[in-house]
């Protein structure tokens, strides 16, 4: 089992960066899947990017490419995502997930572990 913990959410305005991370504790956090999910008021849950376990490959949503970078270093059982050119449409609240598997998953439910998130606002 492992645990999750977000952090670097806050406010920005449009154009703007911000880093977030999440530390993993309780297991090996190279055995892990990752990924970010966001959730916006009255909206579901989707999929901002992923990676696998060795950092090797990624992906990302339609809608975040070529903004958005997912990263992390296995040393310091860290997951990142660089967010950069925000928009107003980016706020949300950012939740990282886990899943001890070697496929890169895109889908909340083929997670099994989960932050409890941070709070993303872009003001316009």
């Known amino acids: 089992q492992v645990q999750l913990v977000e952090s670097g959410g806050g406010l920005v305005q449009a154009g703007g960066s911000l880093r977030l991370s999440c530390t993993a504790s309780?297991?090996?956090?190279?055995?892990?899947?990752m990924g970010w999910f966001r959730q916006a008021p009255g909206k579901e849950r989707e999929f901002v990017a992923g990676?696998?376990?060795?950092?090797?490959?990624?992906r990302y949503a339609d809608s975040v490419k070529g903004r958005f970078t997912i990263a992390r270093d296995n040393a310091k059982n860290t997951l990142y995502l660089q967010m950069n050119s925000l928009k107003p449409e980016d706020t949300a609240v950012y939740y990282c997930?886990?899943?001890?598997?070697?496929?890169?998953?895109?889908?909340?439910?083929?997670?099994?572990?989960w932050g409890q998130g941070t709070q993303v606002t872009v003001s316009s």
């Open positions: 309780g297991h090996t956090f190279s055995s892990y899947t």
């Open positions: 990676i696998s376990r060795s950092g090797g490959r990624n």
């Open positions: 997930a886990a899943r001890d598997t070697m496929v890169l998953l895109t889908r909340s439910r083929e997670y099994d572990y």
